[in-house]
């Protein structure tokens, strides 16, 4: 292999490690003048029984509201408890950090300061741990080394606006973790407690029949999927799908399957991705399936890696190969890499090797770039070591970069 036709793709790859200053374009801004929405404090009125179906919280929120004369309207929110990474969160990031605003968790339980709120998330975490094994030390397993992160069950907030009037639908349907800040739009808040999944979903599944604009469909499907009952989401969701719902509406409804790990949200998908007739719809149902953890779900996914119907599919199908990461998928992934019938797939494939979690692909890279006979392939490999970044990969593409690698 030429050396000076492996300088540019070695040099691109140090660039993005950080270790070739570049200038930036005459003119270029990052960041400059954007700024987050102010919060204003708002008035957090708790209800008193938060307990029993949803839909009657709601009326005793309007009750209050209208006793209040809360003329602009108000906010209204319940949670729901989701196993997610302890980083991981949902909502709105102010800048200058969430620890500068009032969080919900704040106007629900009175604020507390950083040390207390370490503690509480140090006990969460044991208690994730202690009460779920098996799933805790799965999520460990799947995480890079470079982004340390354990499973924790969290309070997620599923928010509604609602207007002064007796409107049938709420004005605004939001989520958000209550760890994070929140902005009320100085409108009076109503916490109405904690549901059970099924409290939530008895609330948010007709609220959907009674949804006229797409907007508010897909903000109930995206609240609707974060729920880990199949018994109440899979039946929902098979009704949306046969239905006459748009390709935008059909595909969020298919990403809902993902978090159930169910055969018969497994046999949804599958057909849906077999069948449907909007290529964005069978994207997103190939992308609900790598969420799955059913050893079916992953043998479904090579299958769609190696013989899907269209590029897209594919290209969803090799990317979810890294996040299962099994034995099986990994050694799919180098047998796309090394050579496809589509170029376009076998590049893929190469950066998803990146994506493997602990930076276990970096070997196969190497072994791309020191091996494959093709340059373009051994370029695609050189970018994804970059890509993966860290002392590892610096040396070698310094070593690289030097004609040393091979």
């Known amino acids: 292999m030429d050396p000076k036709k492996r300088s540019r793709p070695i040099g691109t790859a140090l660039v993005c490690l ?8 005459a003119g270029s801004r990052s960041g400059a003048g954007m700024t987050a929405p ?3 404090a708002g008035q957090a009125v708790m209800h008193p029984r938060p307990s029993g179906p949803i839909a009657e919280r709601v009326a005793w929120a309007r009750s209050q509201a209208k006793a209040n004369r809360w003329e602009k309207g108000f906010w209204l929110g319940f949670g729901i408890r989701r196993l997610m990474g302890e980083h991981s969160s949902m909502g709105w990031h102010p800048w200058g950090g969430p620890e500068r605003r009032l969080t919900l968790d704040d106007l629900i339980n009175g604020r507390k300061t950083p040390i207390e709120k370490k503690i509480a998330m ?11 094994p098996a799933e805790a030390r799965a999520f460990a397993a799947a995480q890079r080394e470079d982004e340390p992160e354990r499973l924790v069950m969290k309070e997620i907030g599923i928010l509604f606006r609602f207007t002064a009037r007796e409107a049938e639908f709420p ?11 929140f902005d009320l739009e100085g ?10 999944s099924s409290e939530s979903l008895a609330y948010l599944i007709p609220l959907y029949g009674r949804a006229a604009a ?6 109930i499907l995206w609240a609707v999927g974060l729920h880990r009952d199949p018994a109440a989401v899979v039946p929902f969701v098979e009704r949306i799908m046969a239905g006459r719902e748009s390709e935008e509406i059909r595909a969020e409804a298919a990403g809902c399957l993902g978090e159930q790990n169910d055969p018969k949200a497994l046999d949804l998908l599958l057909r849906t991705i ?36 269209d590029r897209r599919i594919r290209r969803e199908a090799v990317r979810g190969l890294a996040d299962k990461a099994t034995p099986a998928t990994v050694k799919l992934l180098q047998k796309i890499s090394a050579g496809d019938k589509d170029p376009e797939i076998q590049e893929e494939a190469i950066h998803a090797l990146a994506d493997l979690p602990g930076r276990s692909g970096l070997p196969l890279l190497i072994d791309l770039v020191r091996t494959h006979p093709d340059a373009s ?14 002392a590892e990969a610096v040396k070698i593409l310094t070593d690289l970069a030097r004609g040393r690698g091979r």
């Open 18 to 25: 950080g270790l070739i200053a570049v200038m930036a374009p």
């Open 38 to 40: 102010s919060q204003e």
């Open 274 to 309: 077999k069948t449907d007739l909007s290529r964005d719809v069978r994207e997103e149902a190939v992308g609900a399936l790598v969420e799955m953890n059913l050893p079916a779900a992953a043998e479904a996914l090579m299958s769609f890696a190696l013989n899907g119907a």
């Open 187 to 196: 409108l009076p808040f109503v916490w109405a407690g904690m549901a059970e």
């Open 171 to 181: 004005a605004d349907i939001r989520v958000s973790n209550l760890n994070l800040p």
């Open 377 to 390: 392939i051994r370029a695609e490999a050189v970018a994804a070591i970059g890509d993966i970044g860290g």
């Open 214 to 219: 797409e907007a508010d469909k897909r903000s």
């Open 122 to 132: 140090d006990q969460a975490v044991r208690g994730t741990a202690a009460s779920m």
